[in-house]
Nanobody, 120 residues
Framework: QVQLQESGPGLVKPSQTLSLTCTVS??????????WSWIRQPPGKGLEWIGY???????YYSPSLKSRISISRDTSNNQFSLQLSSVTPEDTAVYYC????????????WGQGTQVTASS
């Protein structure tokens, strides 16, 4: 059973960088055909895909957030991380990490989500 767990600060000041880590257990982040994504849901809004890092280290970001995003990985600890710079209150959301299975074109495992509030 694959499990994903988000971790990181719950409060970030405007203009600072939001940093989150997703720890994966029950499966390797280097296994072929899986992409490891970050997704967020602002209060009262729908889900917004942020970006992913693939099993081979390739990254792809949402065009609307691309200038502020970096997704990286630590294969030795089976983790991947999100950095979102220059945060504003509009970045307040529940942030999820999830696994995308390329062969089925769907997210098959999700973390429970972590609330991040951008506020002074």
């Amino acid at each position: 059973q694959v499990q994903l767990q988000e971790s990181g600060p719950g409060l970030v000041k405007p203009s600072q960088t939001l940093s989150l880590t997703c720890t994966v257990s029950g499966g390797s982040i280097t296994t072929v055909y899986y992409h490891w994504s970050w997704i967020r849901q602002p209060p009262g809004k729908g889900l917004e895909w942020i970006g992913y890092i693939a099993y081979n280290g390739y990254t792809y970001y949402s065009p609307s957030l691309k200038s502020r995003i970096s997704i990286s990985r630590d294969t030795s600890n089976n983790q991947f991380s999100l950095q979102l710079s220059s945060v504003t209150p509009e970045d307040t959301a529940v942030y999820y990490c999830a696994r995308w299975y390329e062969s089925w074109s769907l997210f098959d495992y999700w973390g429970q989500g972590t609330q991040v509030t951008a506020s002074s």
